[in-house]
């Protein structure tokens, strides 16, 4: 009777046999990351995405231009803010709001678009004050050359509806952030698969006639997971010599 296999051998075979290919997809994910970088780098492809989304978000209005003003200076230097990586642009963006809600009257576009709470777009205007409106009125009488002083219950509201929309404005940029990281990240996603596919469908062109059912899956399967073979083909040379 035949000796069973070796459950140690068959593994270090198996590993042997897929990392090559796994080692093929590394480096195809390492040089299709390369080229996707340089070509974001000369289209400038952060920036205009930044750039699109924070419109989309803000408006290309007077908030827009506030925002530019105290974030970078004058609207011209946009790409000063729009080109840093999200978390740091937020930060400039989390900066221009904290002046705005600080001054309101100053950037009152700004700070009404920070501040107005979310409102399904069937519900009527609201009519009675709200947090913005209270701590408008407050940072208005202390900011009067004349009779600035306020009643302590005033005072003390106001003071609490900073508070709120404090936080409120937090959670409006971080929902912002979120969104936008996860969009950029998912194209760029889509543009690695994309381009890896592409190029191992021209380099293993040879298969295209003899089995083009193989090529096409290859080419595809390849493409999917070149993301991830870095750390596979890491894994298993690992495996392999610590087997040696």
């Given at each position: 009777?035949?000796?069973?296999?070796?459950?140690?051998?068959?593994?270090?075979?198996?590993?042997?046999?897929?990392?090559?290919?796994?080692?093929?997809?590394?480096?195809?994910?390492?040089?299709?990351?390369?080229?996707?970088?340089?070509?974001?780098?000369?289209?400038?492809?952060?920036?205009?995405?930044?750039?699109?989304?924070?419109?989309?978000?803000?408006?290309?209005?007077?908030?827009?231009?506030?925002?530019?003003?105290?974030?970078?200076?004058?609207?011209?230097?946009?790409?000063?803010?729009?080109?840093?990586?999200?978390?740091?642009?937020?930060g400039q963006i989390q900066a221009a709001g904290n002046?705005?809600?600080?001054?309101?009257?100053?950037?009152?576009?700004?700070?009404?678009?920070?501040?107005?709470?979310?409102?399904?777009?069937?519900?009527?205007?609201?009519?009675?004050?709200?947090?913005?409106?209270?701590?408008?009125?407050?940072?208005?009488?202390?900011?009067?050359?004349?009779?600035?002083?306020?009643?302590?219950?005033?005072?003390?509201?106001?003071?609490?509806?900073?508070?709120?929309?404090?936080?409120?404005?937090?959670?409006?940029?971080?929902?912002?952030?979120?969104r936008t990281e996860y969009k950029w990240a998912r194209?760029?996603?889509?543009?690695?698969?994309?381009?890896?596919?592409?190029?191992?469908?021209?380099?293993?062109?040879?298969?295209?006639?003899?089995?083009?059912?193989?090529?096409?899956?290859?080419?595809?399967?390849?493409?999917?997971?070149?993301?991830?073979?870095?750390?596979?083909?890491?894994?298993?040379?690992?495996?392999?010599?610590?087997?040696?």
């Amino acid at each position: 009777m035949p000796n069973s296999a070796n459950p140690a051998q068959v593994v270090e075979n198996w590993a042997s046999n897929i990392v090559d290919y796994a080692l093929l997809l590394a480096a195809i994910a390492t040089l299709v990351m390369a080229l996707i970088e340089l070509a974001k780098a000369i289209t400038n492809a952060r920036p205009r995405f930044h750039r699109k989304e924070v419109r989309q978000w803000i408006g290309a209005g007077a908030a827009y231009e506030q925002l530019l003003v105290l974030s970078v200076s004058s609207v011209s230097g946009d790409d000063a803010l729009f080109d840093q990586p999200t978390d740091k642009m937020m930060g400039q963006i989390q900066a221009a709001g904290n002046v705005a809600i600080e001054f309101p009257a100053a950037y009152p576009d700004l700070y009404r678009l920070l501040t107005e709470p979310p409102r399904p777009k069937s519900a009527p205007p609201a009519t009675e004050p709200n947090d913005a409106d209270e701590w408008l009125e407050f940072a208005r009488r202390i900011e009067a050359p004349v009779g600035g002083e306020a009643d302590p219950a005033f005072v003390t509201r106001a003071t609490r509806a900073r508070a709120r929309l404090d936080h409120f404005m937090s959670r409006k940029l971080d929902a912002f952030q979120t969104r936008t990281e996860y969009k950029w990240a998912r194209a760029n996603q889509y543009l690695a698969v994309f381009s890896a596919t592409v190029f191992l469908l021209v380099l293993l062109s040879e298969l295209r006639t003899s089995n083009p059912l193989l090529w096409g899956l290859t080419s595809v399967f390849g493409g999917l997971v070149s993301p991830l073979a870095k750390d596979v083909a890491s894994a298993l040379s690992g495996l392999r010599a610590r087997r040696a």
